[in-house]
């Protein structure tokens, strides 16, 4: 069985910052990308960044400037830096990850997490 656990969400003002993380655990052969998303009320769920193992990140324009994904291979885990956050990204946050077992490889998500950024 495989895994992904998120933390790091919660309740800030407008201007804060907040660091999510997600780690990664069971029979894990191989993690490719990883990457966050985010789902806010009757909207759906977007993109928010990712990266490739080695390192090559995509981040969404909406958060361009003010969102840093990395990640620890070592620990496989995958980390949001989030910081001049914004009421408009108030949403639950997705980690999902493309991970490799022995039998198969396909994408595995997060149970999510809630920002909350109040203005």
């Known amino acids: 069985q495989v895994q992904l656990v998120e933390s790091g969400g919660g309740l800030v003002q407008a201007g804060g910052s907040l660091r999510l993380s997600c780690a990664a655990s069971?029979?894990?052969?191989?993690?490719?990308?990883m990457g966050w998303y985010r789902q806010a009320p009757g909207k759906q769920r977007e993109l928010v960044a990712a990266?490739?193992?080695?390192?090559?990140?995509n981040i969404a324009d909406s958060v361009k400037g003010r969102f840093t994904i990395s990640r620890d291979n070592a620990k496989n885990t995958v980390y949001l830096q989030m910081n001049s956050l914004k009421p408009e990204d108030t949403a639950v946050y997705y980690c999902?990850?493309?991970?490799?077992?022995?039998?198969?490889?396909?994408?595995?998500w997060g149970q999510g997490t809630q920002v909350t950024v109040s203005s």
């Open positions: 069971g029979s894990i052969f191989s993690i490719n990308a």
């Open positions: 999902n990850a493309r991970i490799g077992t022995m039998i198969v490889t396909r994408n595995y």
């Open positions: 990266i490739t193992s080695g390192g090559v990140t």
